[in-house]
């Protein structure tokens, strides 16, 4: 009959840390800055391993990270009277955006909790293809990003992703000025934030050109093609295992471009574009 495991306080659990790893921030939490400690219970075997593991109390959107960190790490057995044994402690894995006295603003935070809501109905509109809602939602979400200030890249993301979508807005819109005005907020933004082999880095770059294409600005708006595509190339060789999406986008913009070629009497080069989008 196997006996319960024996009980061991967080410090002398932590002392027979062996083998641990900080637990990953899901991003979905970061862009809700959602934060604070997430308290799990464990069981572990004689031999030091995560044999069972549970959360006692924590936010929700973080319970689930916590849980696939502690499953990896590994103790130096415990022991009553020189025998290796079963231990029952409790762990708490922090999740903290700001360093202390950095934090946001009660404001900020209420903001913060509620952009990524309203994100996601822009999108949905944007989907949809719901014109006067797109840009009602899209500008929602813009105005919410501000209130919640920029302390960290999450915030500086959520911003870019903003200022992208409401453009995009704009340009179904038929709204191409102003578009291309917030597209031009958006690259200053993801300049601060992202690579050139990040595929969000690509985006404002391409709803610019169809802005420029719009107001027959075709030399900057080529421009501005060629640079969201070369942006989707290197980031599928940085991320292969985003390939299958990423080359979607990629298809999409090398036909828009190829559509502009076209109608500047380039068939030759429209011809080259729609092929690489082909072999996709």
């Known amino acids: 009959m196997t006996s319960d495991p024996h009980t061991v306080s967080e410090p002398d659990a932590r002392q027979h840390l062996l083998q641990h790893e900080e637990a990953l921030y899901p991003p979905i939490a970061r862009a809700a ?7 799990v219970g464990l069981v572990i075997s004689e031999g030091g391993q995560v044999t069972s593991e549970k959360v006692v109390s ?12 502690v499953k ?5 057995p415990f022991q009553v009277n020189g025998v290796p044994t079963q231990a029952a402690t409790t762990l708490t894995i922090p999740f903290h955006i700001d360093k202390p006295g950095e934090g946001p603003t009660a404001e900020q935070e209420k903001a913060a909790q509620a952009w990524f809501p309203l994100s996601d109905k822009c999108r949905s509109a944007l989907k949809a293809q719901n014109v006067q809602d797109a840009i009602d939602r899209c500008k929602e979400a813009l105005d919410m990003s501000y209130k919640a200030g920029d302390l960290d890249s999450s915030d500086q993301l959520g911003r870019v992703e903003s200022l992208q979508q409401y453009g995009r807005a704009l340009v179904v819109g038929h709204r191409a000025q102003e578009a291309m005005e917030q597209e031009n907020m958006a690259i200053q933004e993801a300049k601060k934030c992202l690579k050139e082999t990040d595929q969000e880095f690509a985006m ?3 709803w610019r050109a169809i802005a420029e294409a719009n107001l027959g600005q075709v030399e900057g708006a080529i421009a501005d093609f060629e640079i969201s595509e070369e942006t989707h190339r290197k980031a599928i060789a940085h991320l292969p295992e985003m390939k299958e999406a990423y080359s979607k986008y990629l ?3 090398l036909k828009t471009h190829a559509a502009l070629l076209d109608q500047l009497g380039r068939p030759a080069d429209a011809a080259k574009l ?3 989008a082909a072999l996709l």
């Open 33 to 39: 800055r959602v934060q604070g400690d997430v308290v």
């Open 58 to 69: 924590g936010p929700a959107m973080l319970q689930q990270a916590a849980l696939d960190t």
């Open 72 to 76: 990896k790490w590994r103790f130096t």
């Open 204 to 206: 404002p770059f391409y």
């Open 251 to 253: 298809a999409t913009i």
């Open 274 to 276: 729609r092929a690489e």
